[in-house]
């Protein structure tokens, strides 16, 4: 996991150009907005970002596949969801959370793996590696397939990426998934909707390309996060 800007370190710099006394306001706004769209370029309207993911495993979590989730805004998170495509994976609260609030900067790693044991989960607080580390007794789909974090009742969309192994082939049980998240707006690339033998290389290409086992996929050290797949690049050491 590479080392994140902080919100508070662009709120600085954002104060700071915008105090300075022998600026006129128009220079200041100016630097304001050059400061905060560019530079600050990060979703602060998304509390929870899906951050690093490695669907396939890799050898520093071996015989698991997980999901790294970047907590931007602190706050009570109890009994909110971790989807691949329709299907529930996970909940905070089925995890053995009676409340969960973790603080802005903490990560959460979803782990899927045949060997899991409730007991596991960190409950109580972040684990010796620093993490929330929550254990699932599945595996994540390594060729076509839709992540999101979504709200407690599963219907309010938080954030999603969604990954293809670009083989041109979409299976058509892909449909589904694919187009909840285009409707639920996650995404700026690819068609509204998907349609078997159709358009699948359309679809596929739009998407993240899944990392090879061993390997991740992850954002940049700002978590930058503008639904695009170029946000994404294949990490090779991966971590956590």
């Known amino acids: 996991m590479r080392k994140k800007l902080k919100k508070m370190f662009c709120s600085r710099l954002i104060y700071q150009a915008t ?27 998304q509390n ?55 603080s802005a900067g903490d990560y959460i790693v979803v782990h899927e793996t045949g060997s899991w044991s409730n007991s596991e989960n960190d409950v109580t607080g972040k684990g010796a590696n620093n993490y929330w580390d929550i254990w699932g007794s599945g595996d994540f789909t390594g060729t076509d397939m839709i992540i999101s974090v979504r709200d407690a009742a599963g219907t309010t969309w938080i954030d999603a990426v ?16 694919y187009d909840a998240f285009q409707a639920a707006v996650m995404w700026a690339e690819g068609p509204a909707t998907f349609t078997d033998t159709v358009n699948d290389a359309e679809v596929q290409t739009a998407l993240v390309t899944v990392p090879a086992v061993g390997a991740s996929s992850g954002r940049d050290e700002f978590s930058t996060d503008s639904n695009l797949s170029a946000d994404w690049t294949t990490q090779t050491t991966p971590s956590p």
């Open 48 to 102: 929870l970002i899906i951050n690093e993911i490695a669907p396939q495993g890799t050898a520093n979590f071996a015989n698991n596949d997980w999901v790294e989730i970047y907590v931007s805004v602190g706050g009570n998170y109890t009994g909110y969801t971790i989807y691949e495509g329709n299907t529930l994976v996970s909940s905070f609260s089925a995890a053995g959370f009676n409340t969960f609030t973790p």
């Open 162 to 177: 969604g990954y293809s192994n670009k083989d041109g082939n979409a299976a058509s049980t892909f449909k589904s998934p």
């Open 19 to 45: 105090s300075l006394n022998k600026l006129s306001n128009y220079i200041r706004l100016t630097i304001f907005f050059l400061l905060f769209f560019g530079f600050c370029r990060m979703s602060f309207a």
